[in-house]
C-alpha cells in the first residue's frame, strides 16, 4: 500500500503539533517517524490509522495503482501501540478468534501457529489480564503483524520487551514483513533499524 501526506497538519486547541506534511511512503516500503517526546509521532499514526482526524491536509492511499474509499482503508491496516489496550478478559484463544472475526490472518495462520509464533508458554484458559507487559506486547505485536493487511503501524513496538523479546520483534519483522508497508513511530534506532525512509517531525513544521 502506497500512503500520501498532503500537507497534513494537528492542532490541539490553538497550539500545531505539526502542520505542512507532505511525503509519500511507497507500497512496501519501510519508514521511521522520529522526533522528540510531544512532537507528534503518535498523534501522525493515529491520523493515519484513522483514530483521529487532521486538522488540515489528507492521508490518502493507493493500491496496485488504484485510490483505496477512505471507508475501506481501516481492511487493510493494522495498528499497535502502547495506548491499544487489549480485551483482557478473553483468553488468549478467546482473544485469537474474536480478532479474526474482523481481521483475516496471513498465510491462514490458525491459532496453534500463531501461539507458536508467540514463542511464550501461554495456557490457553489464561486471561489477558494476568499476563505480564511484555506478554501482552508480544500479543500485540504478533496478532498486529500477522493480520492479512498490507499497511502496519507500529508505536514504540518494543516498549516492555525485555532482551529477548526485542530480538523476538526483530525476527517478527523480517520473516512476516518483507512486501509490506511497514511505518515506525519510535526514538529508538534499534526498534525501526530495518527502515530506509523517515519523516522527521518537531524540526520547525
Known sequence: MEVRLQNLG??????????N???????????AIVGYNGSGK?????????ARVASSGAVLFQENGAQIPLDKVYQKISIAAPYIDLVEELTLKE???FHT???KMQDRIGYAEFKDVLAY???DDQPLKSFSSGMKQRVKLAITILS??????LDEPCSNLDEQGRHWYQHLIEKYLAERTLMIAS????EYEMTHQSISLGSGS
Open 187 to 190: 526514538n529508538d534506532p534499534f
Open 101 to 103: 472475526q474482523f481481521k
Open 148 to 153: 492479512e493487511t498490507s499497511l502496519i503501524l
Open 42 to 50: 503518535s498523534t501522525l499514526l493515529q491520523i493515519i490509522s484513522g
Open 121 to 123: 508458554q501461554f495456557r
Open 21 to 31: 506534511l507532505s511525503e509519500i511512503i511507497p507500497s512496501g516500503s519501510k519508514c
Open 10 to 19: 494537528k492542532k490541539f486547541s490553538r497550539r500545531w503539533v505539526f502542520q
Open 95 to 97: 482473544f485469537y478468534h
